[in-house]
């Protein structure tokens, strides 16, 4: 193939962190002009990472990068931008007093008489561009004040008017309705029929077959290969990226539920945004049983989890785990009732980095008195506590004694679980258990949720990957808009299709049909 | 005595010593207001000020020309912020811990300066000539308007400077490019760095900016307002200065309103110590309790929004 | 042991650091000083040597003066330490050694104990008092969430203010020439453990206990491993479902204990009666080692005879030679930032970890192999 045919070719990229996780390894990345080139992955198989590195947010330990047939050095982002690269963060990067127009301009903001900002400029600048690129946007607005959709526009546009011709979406489509999705789409095919090049990492296949030309499939840090888009099938872009075959072994028999132990009812929650994220949400966990929710992230599920642990406040509703209230309380008090978390984002709750394995697992149960002695420690009960812990949940570690934010994702988890899950809990609620991390950890802490369950706790499953949703859990609701539009009480039926249709608010059940998760 | 004390502070000349002594704050303050729009906790504006008070005083008796002392004190109070700004952005020293160094350097580094510079020991009082000091000015027309004149006029230049910035430090803020980059670092550093702002850049300008205001602050102490420097000088103002914008809610004329309470608390200070059977120790406390009380309110207030909206969630208490 | 690698590289760093602050100091010295030789040799090597004509001489002298200087330090090191490992940035203990100093005084003037434990009490009073006095900052933090850097900055000086009210109006002793209080009786006086006049006191062995108190209250007890949690991250602390406001209050109320322990001891140990006319500073040289001390209890009688090492060094030099003693807070400045700077040096830390991954990455695939082989 002619040299000329890539507009960026990343050649044997790596990147090690300073807390020594290496998130890639020897990445070959080569993107088309003109394409929409897709890059895929799980959570943590790299993608980000080797994104920010194009878009020079992070330095490469090694490898080389070539832009338009140029050796770059990548040092910061404003010497990516001026290669014509640009990106738009999954998070997004816009200054939330500032305007719309504001944003826009940020660091090129036009000037009068050398210093002051000319607004009404920016504003120009700002709809002339819209109307050209077909991004429409308020320009005056503040940028707190408008929807999600606009807000990708205008970060899509802040690319743009800055000479992007090479767009990194970094998955763009997480956070936007089905109507959304389809705009973004219509606007991308008509940004790459005007000859730009679209680097889009997702890991939603049918967006992915949707529109992108090819696909660079990443895994653990390292690349899979590059395919065409049309010439693979989903099963096979399946397979690349989690490895081995879509359907998962997890072994585990039929449960036997009784008896509801978590019981949701009429939750209701407004966010700051005013927007209706909890909508009379209500449902019950019995003993025995592994509930699962599932749906797009972004419709409710992380705000739900919030509020059975405390960490936020409902507007209206109740939640009892057997019989007694856990709203508005302490987590400590929350613990004591059985209940456990395995937190979403564990490096923010789940893990105190600098701290050691043994200081980790035991944050739950310090003050129980096998673990002290009079004022002191029981120093010989925490260790042989948290030996036995790593031993159970196959920490592969020096020692309890080294900094869990020296090991690898896979293992900083097991930390988590291995804490949340040996409590003897009556309730665990495992929010994205197994996000980014390696396959290995991965069956292992799915083993052994269905091992508690199946030894009478209730659980409650929260995960974005549809496979592990519908395999791990027993019975399974869909969440959509902050609402349950659908409960299944038996998954092994279920198929990804139909499934689909419900978390994309296609299709919803009866109010009746729902109302029987409540189990009264 | 409580007929005394109000006959004392309703005079003009009370006014006139507020604006006097509101000024040194409100430079210092306004140094916070625009470290901290840039994201930046500049606690070591009391340890500027200091260093700075006293070399205007000493440039200025080098060249005996005031302005050569307060452009001295200026930039040697820049100086001193981008050293802590190096520590603190280059070399990730905690900016508390790196303004608390700074502050050591206040303390004991300007005795052991002015030792090694003049042979002099805690301060500077022989140095000090008239043509050292920053002179004072009469507006014409305001100065002969009856009371106002007497409050607003005749004042040291810098004194109208200090309240001159006010507005300056708003205008930048909010009108410019540097101030809309100063917001953007501050209210979100990955979104200006993303469109190529040079964080690190701008929060060199903003600490610049905001040691340069502490250093023109203390210029004016030592070359106005003790008329000499000594080694009790500053005396907290770099601190109170803090609570001050913090009080403000970190926007400039808010900031001024909360120094002029402050200058208020300390010009009380001065005038009832001066009354018969009051503690002149007690009376130094006014202005420190005052911020304390101020703080407590804003903190309340802030507290009381933010549940309100009830996201108090990720908050430990 | 890679581990062992980052220790050694963390070790060396602190030591470059320290010679870097030195390096510093030696070019303020040289710049200033019209005997800048004298002044060095004094400075590095005065506390504990004697220059006679015969050459070096072993001052034992000076090694006392050093360790009785070190006794209040040691406190405030502490109490720093406690304080910061809950992130919690409380700068009030310089004015709480002042208030625990003058409120250990008077009890060692007023009240009437004829006993070996009345500087016990005079000490436990002081440190209640300081206790006390922190629920302040602490109070306002976890209740309204007031920054307790800004709060207990304004309670130094309020504290202050209100010892020198007290000092000058009910306590002072007229027939003096300066303001002092009454004498402290002779029975709330800390003895010297030798009677040298050093005033190396059982102060020092106080301290040295409280050392090992502290150590094993932050790493051997359910308190002290919440306040470093929630130091580490607080968001974990919460949702483990640790006390984390009692933990703040706790933290800073302990710092307050520690500082005003500190005052009261130095006080009824090195003078006749409470005449300080204003912030003693060891509230701010407690911040310095514990800074040096990685917050870490055991390591502060270490950084605290370093510090008093060059503070004797510099009065040494000030004595000695033209170069005053304020050099002390140069110096102490630049072993504060450089000490404190995560950066400084990184990059070879990062090489470091960079080829401990690539081991472990390594170690892994061959462990992996293995067990292949063997399921097979």
């Not at chain 2, 109000?6 to 140094?31: H, M, Q, Y």
């Not at chain 2, 010009?267 to 005052?290: E, M, W």
């Amino acid at each position: 193939m002619e040299q000329e045919d890539f507009v960026v070719q990343m050649k044997g990229i790596s990147k090690v962190y300073p807390n020594g996780i290496a998130a890639n390894q020897h990445v070959d990345f080569f993107v088309r002009k003109g394409e929409i080139h897709a890059l895929m992955g799980e959570n943590g198989a790299g993608k980000s990472t080797l994104m920010k590195i194009l878009f020079g947010l992070e330095e490469p330990t090694d490898g080389e990068i070539i832009v338009n047939g140029e050796l770059v050095h990548l040092t910061s982002p404003s010497v990516a931008i001026s290669k014509g690269i640009g990106m738009v963060h999954q998070h997004f990067m816009l200054v939330p007093s500032l305007t719309v127009a504001e944003n826009i301009v940020l660091g090129m903001a036009p000037k009068k008489s050398g210093i002051i900002v000319d607004y009404k400029k920016a504003v120009e600048i700002t709809e002339e561009n819209a109307k050209r690129f077909n991004l429409l946007v308020d320009p005056n607005a503040k940028v707190m004040d408008i929807p999600v959709g606009m807000k990708q526009k205008v970060e899509i546009l802040k690319a743009l008017v800055r000479g992007a011709r090479i767009l990194i979406l970094d998955e763009p489509t997480a956070v936007l309705t089905t109507q959304e999705t389809g705009e973004l789409f219509k606007e991308l095919v008509s940004l790459k029929e005007q000859g730009f090049t679209i680097v889009f990492i997702s890991h939603k296949l049918n967006e992915i077959k949707q529109i992108t030309d090819r696909l660079t499939i990443m895994r653990n840090g390292k690349s899979m290969g590059v395919y065409e888009t049309a010439g693979i099938s989903e099963a096979e872009i399946s397979r690349l990226m989690v490895g081995r075959d879509v359907v998962l072994s997890v072994q585990k028999e039929k449960s036997q539920p009784e008896g509801s132990v978590l019981k949701v009812r009429d939750l209701e929650y407004t966010n700051k945004w005013n927007k209706k994220v909890l909508d009379g949400v209500s449902f019950s966990v019995r003993r025995g049983e592994i509930l699962g929710i599932a749906g797009v992230e972004g419709n409710g599920q992380r705000e739900l989890v919030e509020m059975l642990f405390s960490l936020n406040v409902p507007d209206a509703g109740t939640a009892t785990v057997n019989g007694e209230n856990i709203l508005q309380t302490e987590q400590r008090a929350i613990r004591e009732k059985g209940v456990s978390l395995v937190p979403e984002d564990r490096m923010v709750y789940g893990i105190a980095g600098p701290a050691t394995i043994e200081e980790n697992v035991i944050s739950d149960r310090y003050t129980k008195k096998q673990f002290n002695k009079g004022a002191l420690f029981n120093v010989k009960g925490i260790r042989s506590e948290s030996d036995h812990l790593i031993a159970d949940y196959r920490i592969l570690c020096k020692s309890r004694k080294q900094q869990v934010k020296m090991l690898s994702g896979g293992n900083i988890q097991k930390v988590v679980v291995a804490r949340e899950l040996s409590s003897k809990p009556k309730l665990i609620i495992a929010d994205q258990p197994t996000r980014g991390i390696d396959v290995g950890a991965t069956e292992f802490i799915r083993a052994k949720i269905v091992e508690l369950s199946r030894a009478g706790a209730a659980v409650l499953l929260v995960s974005a990957d549809l496979n592990e949703v519908i395999e791990l859990s027993d019975s399974l609701i869909v969440m959509y808009g902050g609402k349950i539009v659908a409960y299944f009480d038996d998954t092994s039926q279920l198929d990804d299709m139909v499934m689909g249709e419900y978390m994309l608010g296609l299709k919803h059940q009866t109010d009746e049909e729902i109302r029987r998760v409540c189990y009264e | 005595m409580f007929e005394q004390f109000l006959s004392t502070i309703l005079k003009a000349e009370f006014l006139f010593s507020v604006i006097r002594i509101t000024a040194p704050i409100l430079f210092a303050a306004l140094g916070a207001v625009v470290a901290e729009k840039a994201g930046v906790v500049n606690i070591g504006l009391e340890g500027i000020m200091m260093i700075s008070a006293l070399f205007g005083v000493l440039f200025s008796y080098w060249t005996q020309s005031w302005l050569i002392g307060v452009l001295g004190a200026l930039v040697i109070g820049v100086l001193l912020s981008l050293m802590m700004g190096f520590f603190a952005f280059k070399l990730k020293t905690d900016i508390i811990l790196a303004g608390i160094a700074v502050n050591m350097l206040g303390a004991g580094g300007t005795i052991f300066l002015l030792y090694m510079f003049t042979g002099m020991r805690g301060n500077t009082g022989a140095l000090v000539t008239p043509n050292t000091l920053i002179p004072v000015v009469n507006i014409p027309l305001i100065k002969d308007i009856p009371i106002l004149g007497e409050v607003l006029s005749g004042h040291s230049v810098l004194t109208y400077v200090a309240f001159l910035f006010v507005w300056l430090l708003w205008a930048v803020l909010y009108k410019t490019s540097i101030g809309l980059d100063i917001r953007a670092v501050g209210e979100n550093p990955d979104a200006a760095g993303s469109v190529g702002i040079s964080v690190e850049r701008i929060k060199y300008i903003a600490i610049a900016i905001s040691g340069a205001l502490a250093g023109l602050g203390g210029a004016f102490m030592s070359m106005y307002y003790s008329q000499g420097w000594n080694s009790g000088m500053v005396a907290g103002r770099g601190f109170i200065a803090l609570a001050a914008q913090a009080m403000g809610r970190g926007e400039p004329l808010g900031t001024m309103l909360s120094s002029l309470l402050f200058g208020l608390a300390q010009a009380l200070r001065t005038k009832v110590s001066g009354l018969q059977g009051v503690s002149s120790y007690l009376v130094s406390v006014i202005p420190y309790v005052v911020t304390v009380i101020g703080l407590v309110i804003y903190a309340a207030s802030t507290m009381q929004k933010v549940k309100k909206h009830h996201t108090k969630a990720q908050k430990g208490a | 042991m890679s581990n062992r690698r980052l220790l050694v590289f963390n070790i060396l760093r602190g030591v470059a650091a320290i010679m870097l602050a030195l390096a510093v100091a030696a070019v303020f010295i040289f710049l200033t000083s019209k005997e800048p030789l004298t002044a060095m040799k004094y400075l590095l090597l005065g506390p504990l040597v004697s220059f006679k004509a015969t050459g070096l001489v072993f001052n034992s002298t000076g090694l006392f003066t050093i360790l009785a200087a070190m006794i209040p330090t040691i406190f405030t090191g502490l109490a720093v330490c406690v304080m910061f490992s809950a992130n919690q940035f409380n700068l009030a203990g310089e004015g709480v050694v002042m208030l625990g100093g003058f409120v250990g005084a008077l009890c060692g003037i007023y009240l009437k104990i004829n006993s070996p434990l009345h500087p016990v009490v005079c000490v436990l009073v002081a440190a209640a008092v300081g206790g006390v006095i922190m629920l302040i900052p602490a109070l306002l933090k976890v209740k309204l969430g007031a920054s307790e850097m800004v709060t207990s900055l304004m309670l130094n000086y309020i504290i202050m203010f209100v010892v020198l009210h007290f000092l000058n109006y009910n306590f002072a002793d007229r027939t003096k020439g300066s303001t002092q209080t009454y004498p402290i009786l002779d029975t709330a006086r800390i003895p010297e453990i030798i009677a040298n006049g050093t005033k190396l006191t059982w102060g020092f062995v106080i301290a040295i206990i409280f050392v090992v108190l502290v150590a094993l209250f932050m790493y051997r007890t359910k308190w002290g491993y919440a306040i470093r949690m929630i130091g580490i991250n607080q968001s974990f602390a919460k949702y483990s479902g640790m006390q984390v406001g009692a933990m703040i209050v706790l933290s800073q109320v302990i710092g307050g204990v520690l500082s005003g322990m500190g005052g009261s001891i130095e006080v009824l140990g090195r003078f006749n009666s409470f005449l300080w006319k204003e912030l003693p500073g060891y509230g701010w040289a407690g911040i310095t080692i514990a800074i040096l001390a990685k917050n870490n209890p055991i390591f502060v009688p270490f950084a605290a005879f370093f510090i008093a090492y060059l503070n004797k060094g510099c009065q040494q030099m000030a004595t000695y030679s033209d170069v005053p003693s304020e050099m002390i807070d140069i110096i102490q400045a630049a072993i504060f930032l450089f000490f404190a700077a995560e950066q400084f040096l990184a990059k070879y830390r990062q090489k470091i970890v960079v080829k401990n991954t690539q081991m472990d990455l390594a170690n892994q695939a061959k462990a992996a192999a293995n067990a292949e082989g063997g399921s097979h």
